[in-house]
């Protein structure tokens, strides 16, 4: 039998889903794939290391029509080294953006 309990404050969806992403003040966009999404945060897999407390507007664009896009202003909280030379980035999400606040361009 099972004996499980979540030790998380809130459970994890487990994504694997491209999205797209600008560090804040830089103009540039970059792409990762979202591993993991939660109500508090993302895990976010790139092929660089993003220094903690690095502040990203992050995008991911649904395959399908009818699940809207997401998009927010994260924290990085930390970045770990993967096996296959990619980082595996811990982002609290620091707010949630609404249709307003991006464009085509991005924010």
Known sequence: MLD??????????????????????????????????????????????LATGTELALEILPGKSITPPFA???SVIRSSPMEHANFSIACAIERILGEKDTGPDFP
Request: hydrophobic share 40%.
């Open 72 to 74: 927010a202003i994260l």
């Open 4 to 49: 499980y309990a979540e030790k998380r404050d809130f459970v994890r969806m487990e994504m694997d889903c491209p999205a797209r992403f600008r560090i804040s003040g830089q103009p540039q966009l970059a792409t990762g794939i979202v591993r993991n999404l939660s109500s508090s945060g993302l895990l976010l897999e790139f092929d660089q290391e």
